[in-house]
């Protein structure tokens, strides 16, 4: 194989509870993950001598050094399974930076689907996602399929309950980003700063043990982000669209990640056409908003 394509999903998480700091810098969190079907595509090929890394991005605005973790992942792979050729990496960039969805580390994690393809499957799924872990703490999970609770920092992974995978397939979600977005180290400080800003990893598990197996219970059981109350703090613009968003349209709406990205959970059938013009309004016609679904697997 010469060449192969990859999609790499964004994802949201619909329930993140950050649990205490870790002696290594990280803080440890539990938190329930899903992808969606709309992210970015990948293309990688064999091109050039051995040690070879070229990289493009259809965005502009995107370093395309070693600072991306596209790269870092295809060095990553190498000193694990030593590549025989150059690679030219091409990816094409819908996910926004800054936004909680994951767009760099599931590029990551893209490439390292794609280096094992061409290179005739070296590694297993598990070997790969310890491969990953090293390239970012989410990364890992753009290796799973489907909905997945994150726990450690973020590369201890297990699949969704049967019954928690079966009420979120297809689930639609609008997304919607401010021009800004929030770095994850920034938002990581912020919290801890806080008195009480986290949440036991008793407390944490329970709720999540409770919504993934009771079929009635309603979103509001599980959609919790810690980082919301350190971020809208700084950022009040998020805090007062979400309210906008939950109070006119009667939906659920949560921070993904360290945002800057809030999703509005729709219901069945529901026209997402009015909650895309408020958002316009409030952010200007420029701002980003997308509807995805829930997936299950990768197309
Ligand atoms: O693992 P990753 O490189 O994506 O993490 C970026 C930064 O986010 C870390 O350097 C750390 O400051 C923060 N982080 C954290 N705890 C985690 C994940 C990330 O403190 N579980």
């Known amino acids: 194989m010469d060449s192969t394509e990859v999609f790499c999903p964004a994802k949201i998480n619909l329930f993140l509870a950050v649990t205490g700091r870790r002696t290594d810098g990280f803080h440890n969190l539990i938190s329930l993950m899903a992808p969606l079907d709309w992210g970015d595509r990948l293309s990688l090929a064999w091109e050039g001598p051995r040690g070879d890394c070229r990289l493009t991005c259809s965005d502009p605005a ?3 050094d070693n600072s991306n973790l596209a790269r870092q992942a295809a060095s990553a792979f190498d000193r ?6 150059g690679v030219r990496i091409d990816l094409q960039k819908r996910i926004p930076s800054g936004a909680g969805l994951g767009g760099g580390s599931s590029d990551a994690a893209g490439v390292l689907l794609g280096l094992n393809r061409l290179c005739g499957q070296p590694f297993s799924g598990e070997r790969l996602r310890m491969i990953a872990a090293e390239v970012g703490s989410d990364c890992p999970f753009f290796l799973m399929e489907g909905p997945a609770v994150a726990r450690g920092r973020g590369e201890w992974l297990e699949p969704a309950s049967p019954e928690a995978a079966r009420r979120l397939r297809g689930v639609r979600v609008l997304l919607c980003k401010p021009f800004f977005g929030v770095s994850t180290p920034w938002a990581f400080a912020a919290l801890a700063r806080r008195e009480n800003g986290w949440m036991p990893a008793e407390t944490a598990e329970e ?9 009635e219970m309603p979103w509001s059981a599980l959609l919790h982000n ?23 349209f009667g939906c659920p709406v949560l921070m993904s990640g360290s945002g800057s990205t809030l999703f509005a959970v729709l219901a069945p059938g529901q026209d997402d056409a009015p909650l895309r013009d408020h958002i316009r309004n409030a952010y200007g016609p420029n701002a980003f908003v997308q509807t995805a679904a829930i997936s299950l697997s990768r197309p």
């Not at 694990?80 to 050729?85: E, N, S, V």
């Not at 109350?229 to 950022?235: G, H, L, Q």
Request: hydrophobic share 45%.
């Open 80 to 85: 694990h399974h030593p590549l025989p050729r």
């Open 207 to 215: 709720r999540l043990q409770k919504w993934s197996s009771h079929g």
């Open 226 to 248: 810690d980082f919301e109350p350190a971020v809208f703090a700084k950022f009040i613009a998020l805090e007062v669209i979400k309210r906008e968003l939950a109070d006119t």
């Open 62 to 64: 995107l370093p395309v």
